[in-house]
């Protein structure tokens, strides 16, 4: 079965230092998605993006976080002055376009970001 | 999206079958169930989902409510490999998948 690829699976920065996570989704999906699961609590929302634009974004999205699809097969969230509170396991997801009948997200299996 | 409320934990002896409740009493009528669950801090799986019709995939089945305020996901044969936590997430289908995650139940397969 085709699969949502992250990498890496483990990143560990300073406080203030800028990361990029990597992502790549189904080759045949459309839209894309980043989520997080701060340790023990419930997975949040934080960004869609469908042809090139941020569809939807959360409150925890704020200009400190980027989407890119770079070049049409990744998708990268960047992060450009990490704070300790970004410390979360972070989720990239993928789905096929609306009204295909398959609306579910795949997720991949996520990287593990520690800010120091 | 509508609200849902799981129990926070179940048990369930591998080989029965597991029932997972979820109540969602607000639900719209253009809002679909969708469950989804998470082993062990993995990235959440997708399981199934519906609009008013019982569905069954290879995965599980899901029995809704005839008054759509109430459904079950049912794992007929919970193996060790089924621990996780599995959540009931209601929402509209349309251009955003956006899913909201609440804390689900976490249901655990014994020996």
């Known amino acids: 079965e085709p699969e949502v690829t992250q990498t890496p699976s483990h990143q560990v920065t300073q406080m203030g230092q800028e990361v990029i996570l990597r992502c790549v989704p189904i080759?045949?999906?459309?839209?894309f998605y980043w989520y997080r699961q701060i340790l023990g609590q419930k997975v949040e929302f934080l960004v869609s993006f469908y042809n090139n634009e941020i569809s939807e974004k959360s409150e925890i999205f704020d200009d400190q976080f980027s989407v890119e699809r770079p070049d049409g097969s990744n998708f990268t969230l960047k992060i450009r002055s990490t704070k300790l509170e970004d410390s979360a396991m972070y989720f990239c997801?993928?789905?096929?376009?609306?009204?295909?009948?398959?609306?579910?997200?795949?997720f991949g299996s996520g990287t593990q970001l520690s800010v120091l | 999206d509508a609200k849902t409320t799981q129990p926070p934990s179940m048990d369930c002896a591998e080989g029965r079958a597991a029932n997972l409740p979820c109540n969602h009493s607000t639900i719209s009528g253009n809002e679909y169930v969708y469950w989804y669950r998470q082993i062990h801090s993995q990235g959440p799986q997708y399981i199934i989902h519906g609009l008013k019709n019982n569905e069954t995939n290879e995965m599980a089945s899901l029995i809704i409510t005839e008054d759509r305020k109430s459904s079950t996901l049912i794992l007929p044969h919970a193996t060790l490999r089924d621990t996780a936590v599995y959540y009931c997430i209601v929402r509209v289908v349309g251009s955003n998948y956006k899913l909201t995650f609440g804390k689900g139940t976490l249901l655990t397969v014994n020996p």
């Open positions: 080759s045949n999906h459309l839209y």
């Open positions: 997801a993928s789905s096929e376009a609306p009204g295909q009948g398959l609306e579910k997200l795949f």
